[in-house]
C-alpha cells in the first residue's frame, strides 16, 4: 500500500517562498511518475507541475512563470516543490500524486490529468497573505 505524506506548507507573506516536501512509503516510486495539484476554496483541482520517473523532465502550468521548481530525490523517495515569489492566489491546498503505471508512456502527454494519478496526499495548506 502506497502512502504519500505532504509537508512544508504554512502562512508566508507575498513574495515569500516555501518548500512542499511529499514523502511515499509503502514501496518506492522511482519508476513512477509523480505530480502536485492543488484546490482553493470553491475552485477545482488544478495541475500545478509534474516530473517523470528519472526526474529528467519537469512540466509546469502556465500560472507558475518560473516561479516553482519540481525535484525528486530517489534515495528519499521524496518529491519536492520549491515555491518562490508566492501570491496571494498561490493560496490553496496543495496535493501530491503518482502515477499509477511505472514507466508511463503515455504520462507524458498527460501529466495535466489528475486521472493518470492513482496515488494521493492529503493534501498540506498553503497561505499567502497581501
Known amino acids: 500500500q502506497v502512502q504519500l505524506v505532504e509537508s512544508g506548507g504554512g502562512l508566508v507573506q507575498a513574495g515569500g517562498s516555501l518548500r512542499l516536501s511529499c514523502a511515499a512509503s509503502?514501496?518506492?516510486?522511482?519508476?513512477?511518475?509523480m505530480g502536485w495539484f492543488r484546490q482553493a476554496p470553491g475552485k477545482e483541482r488544478e495541475f500545478v507541475a509534474a516530473i517523470n520517473w528519472s526526474g529528467s523532465t519537469p512540466y509546469y502550468a502556465d500560472f507558475v512563470e518560473g516561479r516553482f521548481t519540481v525535484s525528486r530525490d530517489h534515495a528519499k523517495n521524496t518529491m519536492y516543490l520549491e515555491m518562490y515569489s508566492l501570491k496571494p492566489e498561490d493560496t490553496a491546498v496543495y496535493y501530491c500524486?503518482?502515477?499509477?503505471?511505472?514507466?508511463?508512456?503515455?504520462?507524458?502527454?498527460?501529466?495535466?490529468?489528475?486521472?493518470?494519478?492513482?496515488?494521493w496526499g492529503q493534501g498540506t495548506q498553503v497561505t499567502v497573505s497581501s
Open positions: 509503502g514501496r518506492t516510486l522511482r519508476r513512477n511518475e
Open positions: 500524486a503518482a502515477a499509477s503505471a511505472e514507466y508511463d508512456s503515455k504520462w507524458y502527454e498527460a501529466h495535466m490529468d489528475a486521472k493518470r494519478y492513482m496515488y
